[in-house]
């Protein structure tokens, strides 16, 4: 399969404060999202980014395919933005189209 | 607009019991994907379905079977469960050749 490694594994902050989050696979992608696990466990959809930059409010993520990595800038961060934030991926090979391999995840929490 | 829906959210089983996990798509999604999420775990992929046939097999053991209904919902069908079962089971799905998965709300499965 697919290495996904995301750092840091675990980030406190200050509410105001901004923040990058990095996800490093270690293949070609089809696919990449970003998603949002709030406390109560649900998987919220941030981003599909295979390539490019996307913005969605205080939200931006930047992908750069031909050098395996992708980055979700968070901008004055707020008390809701804490939760897990996950990269995932989706192998360009064969059969295994369409299955996403996720990183371990972002443990993000922020204080007011 | 209309999200995935999954039902049961909770489910509290015994050793040895059965439990089914059924997963209803966004409207006009033709694929349907499994995974299962242990205790500070990422989600881990189980199968997938393609207009209602198997499309991809991940780590899912023999006492789990799924399928997809000509509505195109989803059944996740789990026998002799263990304690390790014990899990958020999501439910995802996407579009034809469209790669972004969107996510349901999961189902929380305890096996006590």
């Known amino acids: 399969g697919i290495q996904v490694e995301q750092s840091p594994p675990d980030l406190i902050l200050q509410e105001g404060a901004n923040s990058t989050l990095r996800c490093n696979f270690s293949d070609s992608v089809n696919n990449l999202q970003w998603f949002h696990q709030n406390p109560w466990g649900q998987l919220i959809n941030l981003f599909y980014?295979?390539?490019g930059t996307k913005q969605n409010g205080r939200l931006s993520a930047t992908t750069v395919a031909t050098e395996r990595y992708s980055l979700l800038y968070i901008s004055s961060s707020q008390t809701t933005d804490s939760g897990v934030y996950f990269c995932?991926?989706?192998?360009?090979?064969?059969?295994?189209?369409?299955?996403?391999?996720f990183g371990r995840g972002t443990q993000l929490t922020v204080w007011p | 607009a209309a999200g995935v829906i999954q039902s049961p959210r909770h489910l509290i089983k015994e050793k040895r019991e059965t439990a089914t996990l059924k997963c209803y798509p966004i409207p006009r999604h033709d694929t349907v994907y499994w995974y299962q999420q242990g205790p500070g775990q990422d989600p881990q992929f189980l199968i997938s379905f393609y207009e209602k046939m198997q499309s991809d097999k991940g780590s899912i053991p023999d006492r789990f079977s799924a399928q997809q209904f000509s509505d195109y919902h989803s059944e996740l069908n789990m026998s002799s469960l263990e304690l390790g079962d014990s899990a958020l089971y999501f439910c995802?799905?996407?579009?034809?050749?469209?790669?972004?998965?969107?996510f349901g709300p999961g189902t929380r499965l305890t096996v006590t």
């Open positions: 980014i295979p390539s």
């Open positions: 995932a991926v989706e192998l360009n090979r064969g059969s295994t189209l369409g299955r996403l391999y």
């Open positions: 995802a799905s996407s579009r034809g050749g469209a790669r972004e998965q969107y």
